[in-house]
């Protein structure tokens, strides 16, 4: 009976062997959970190194085009990786601006914010904005895009041009904020400028169209 309950006693032993084998299986998984952790860290770190391609990654509206005249039009692009709403954000040509309302705009789609009637030549989403950045003149303007109405802050501009001459009302908010080089597009009579990189930001980033 005694070598019976030794016996039992060796087989629980090796049982519990077995357990702390399992409880080994165990560590590992929490290991595999740790390093699940320490990924998951990772993943956010290389979402920090995706912070520095925000871009890439969120929606981000530029202006890439404008065509002069009574019948003329701004183009607002969405050159990130996401959809992303114009609610709120403004058009400013000083003193005049335009508050965009509710607008979806999917990656890489453009819309036109028209000052007339573009004759029914464009594709996507035109919007009216009724003369309220007032009229394009192909010899003298600006444009600055906003994401709200402070339209003195660098902290508020997200896309400018201006063509012409250079010094404009909102110039040196584009300027500070870093987003225009201080220059400015010479149109020279051309229909209208547009944007030849993603992001413009300086005079070489524009060319007649």
Known sequence: MKRLT????????ATACGSDSDSSDTTVADSTTTTTVATTTTEDADAGDTTTTTGAATAQFVISRVVFGDDGYVSVTNVGGESGNLEGW?????????GI??????????????TGDPGGNLSGQV??????FST??????????????????AASIRSYVEWGSA???????????GIWDGGFVAAGGAPGIAATVLAPSSVGDWATS
């Open 167 to 177: 010094g404009h009302g909102r110039s040196s908010v584009a300027v500070e904020a």
């Open 90 to 98: 403004q058009l400013c040509q000083r003193p005049a601006y335009f």
């Open 6 to 13: 030794l016996l039992i006693a060796i087989v629980l032993i």
């Open 136 to 153: 394009l003149n192909a010899d003298n303007g600006e444009i600055g895009l906003y994401i709200d109405s402070s339209f003195g802050s």
């Open 127 to 132: 919007i009216d904005s009724g003369g309220r």
């Open 101 to 114: 309302g509710s607008v979806e705009v999917a990656a890489g789609e453009t819309v036109h914010f028209t």
